[in-house]
């Protein structure tokens, strides 16, 4: 188990660093997060050993077990699933930024829960820049809406967007996404809009990342080709009412 993590991370760096050499970026603008679903805790630790400090989760119930387990290594977390406004309160308890807002009655609870605890927190909005019903996230033409009615919570910052590109062979549908995620970026970046910083463009797994390096990710979410196959299907990552 851990030769096969530490060789599926080196190859995994190794694209990412070869895709920015080819789009003439550094590879510090660049970072991997592991995506953790249904990843084992030990795995997940032996993983942050090798030097990574980056996870990201989908699961409310699988965050508190497995934040507990690693605390010692205390990583940066993010919550990357679709999230229900009634587990806000328990994902605050772990996580230093959300990327799954998507629709503004979220952002409204999220922003009433902080103000209650005292707290502050990054997010990134999510977009569905493929327009498929099975994937979660805000439609294009109504992210920069949603952009400017969130960046009025004060404890809400607007780090970044999140996409999850279209699942297919053909790299230019999915170079479409990633193209769509940026000019959204710059749209809303021209804006100067209070608590909106748009730094970060999390787009781009293990499938296509050199793509989205070359369309300007800042962060690449990858679990399945560093920790092995899972053993759920994709329904249960996306299932609400999970």
Request: hydrophobic share 35%; charged share 25%.
């Amino acid at each position: 188990m851990s030769r096969h993590i530490i060789e599926n991370l080196q190859t995994i760096h190794s694209r990412i660093s070869n895709a920015c050499e080819k789009s003439n970026r550094d590879i510090s603008e660049v970072r991997l997060l592991l995506a953790t679903k249904t990843v084992d805790s030990d795995k997940i630790l032996f993983a942050l050993e090798q030097g990574e400090n980056l996870i990201g989760e989908n699961k409310v119930q699988e965050l508190t077990q497995k934040c507990t387990a690693i605390a010692q290594m205390n990583p940066e977390v993010h919550f990357i699933g679709h999230l229900q406004s009634n587990k806000i309160k328990e994902v605050l308890k772990w996580v230093t930024c959300i990327q799954s807002i998507d629709r503004y009655e979220l952002a409204e609870k999220l922003y009433q829960r902080l103000k209650f605890e005292k707290k502050e927190i990054d997010i990134y909005v999510q977009v569905n820049t493929s327009y498929e019903e099975s994937k979660f996230g805000v439609a294009p033409e109504n992210a920069l809406d949603l952009i400017k009615k969130v960046s009025k919570f004060n404890n809400i910052h607007i780090k970044g967007l999140m996409t999850i590109g279209l699942f297919s062979s053909e790299p230019e549908k999915v170079r479409k996404c990633f193209k769509l995620l940026k000019s959204i970026q710059e749209e809303a970046t021209a804006l100067q809009l209070p608590n909106v910083d748009l730094k970060e463009l999390s787009m781009g797994m293990s499938g296509d990342l050199e793509i989205a390096i070359q369309e300007g990710a800042t962060i690449i979410r990858v679990g399945t080709a560093i920790f092995g196959e899972r053993i759920y299907p994709d329904s249960y990552y996306w299932n609400e009412g999970k």
